[in-house]
């Protein structure tokens, strides 16, 4: 008789070209939203505010970009992550259409690429995953890719490649919402005159908040997203690998830097895309997150005028505040003659973010 549950896929299951329709669609409502402010400490009007929202031209407050990603990469774990050792990164991310409460998403995921790692154990799995809504749009496309445990370890990965991966989404392919309209732009919502103008490349924004994270939140925004990785709730699993606790799951700390960058980035829209992220250190309940935002380029945005895109570098340090404790994210290691990152850096964020220039330039 067949096992009626699911062990999800090992390192050895995948293939290059595999097709994953990913089970378990999930209706978003205001709830999701409110939760999701709970959780994370989230402050940007335009998604707690439907009148701000619709002063920009839409017709209430879209969910946040990051809870929508989370319930699409959430999605995608049962078939991909559920045997993971860690998610590793993500490139060419793509937030494509404003998602609201009573929106209906799904997930589909295709394997890009396999790498089998030195130790035998494990490999890296590459996936591109697309969000889907009711309509059948593509609402977010992102790569990722996630360190995987073999099921036998005397498998061999019969096809290994690592996909070529553009290292930056270019400025000319970035387009905001249709509807919306920087002159509704009303900044007494955010208590901020610094307008997409006031940014100066090479600028480093150290953010004034420091969160710790808690066992239970981390858990409940994890299990908000549906996500069924075995790395961030079975203690008895884990207790035998060399971190022996449970992992934060790493899109709760990119919420959480993300949600302390509202100071100093008051005035940004949504997220327009990632160009690169790292999930550089491991996490876990106790650490307490501080962050900071490197800018790297501003590009205005040819098809809505008053508009801009930053592309800003995001960082996040646990148990070491760098407005009183500086550090560089990555520095050379002469021991393994290659660039490192800090052993307290947890997170590298490459993205570009909407803001509206400042009335009348």
């Known amino acids: 008789m067949a096992d009626k549950y699911r062990l999800g896929n090992f390192f050895e299951d995948f293939s290059i070209g595999q097709k994953l329709v990913h089970p378990v669609p999930r209706t978003l409502t ?19 505010s439907d009148e701000f929202a619709r002063q920009l031209g839409y017709p209430r407050a879209p969910l946040n970009d990051l809870l929508v990603f989370h319930t699409v990469f959430g999605k995608s774990v049962p078939d991909i992550s559920f045997n993971a050792v860690a998610n590793l990164g993500y490139a060419d991310v793509r937030f494509l259409t404003p998602v609201y409460p009573g929106d209906t998403l799904r997930a589909e995921s295709e394997v890009i690429g396999l790498k089998e790692n030195s130790s035998g154990r494990n490999g890296n799995v590459y996936v591109k995953t697309r969000g889907i809504n009711q309509r059948d749009e593509t ?8 360190m995987v445990h073999k099921n036998d370890v005397n498998s061999v990965c019969g096809d290994s490649r690592v996909p070529d991966l553009p290292e930056r989404v270019s400025p000319e392919t970035l387009s905001a919402d249709a509807s919306l309209n920087p002159a509704g732009f009303d900044a007494r919502a955010t208590g901020s005159d610094c307008w997409f103008d006031d940014y100066e490349i090479g600028e480093r924004i150290i953010h004034n908040r420091g969160t710790t994270l808690e066992e239970t939140e981390h858990m409940s925004a994890t299990r908000l997203y549906q996500n069924t990785a075995r790395v961030h709730f079975d203690q008895h699993m884990v207790a035998h690998l060399s971190h022996a606790r449970r992992l934060i799951y790493g899109g709760h700390i990119i919420s959480v830097a993300r949600a302390l960058s509202f100071s100093g980035l008051e005035n940004g829209l949504r997220l327009l895309a990632w160009n690169s992220g790292a999930h550089a250190n491991p996490s876990h309940a106790g650490d307490t997150i501080y962050a900071f935002t490197d800018v790297l380029d501003r590009a205005p945005l040819d098809n809505h005028p008053g508009l801009g895109a930053l ?11 760098p407005r009183h404790d500086p550090l560089e994210p990555r520095t050379w290691n002469s021991d393994k003659n290659r660039m490192s990152y800090h052993p307290n850096v947890v ?14 330039k």
Do not use: E
Not at 32 to 46: F, G, R
Not at 139 to 146: D, E, G, M, P, Q
Not at 311 to 321: E, G, S
């Open 30 to 48: 205001t709830g999701d939203a409110a939760l999701y402010i709970s959780l994370t400490s989230d402050c940007a009007p335009l998604h707690s």
């Open 347 to 360: 997170l590298d964020l490459d993205y570009w973010l909407s803001m509206p220039m400042r009335p009348g």
């Open 311 to 321: 592309r800003l570098r995001l960082i996040a340090v646990k148990n070491q505040n």
């Open 139 to 146: 609402v977010l496309s992102f790569n990722r890719w996630v």
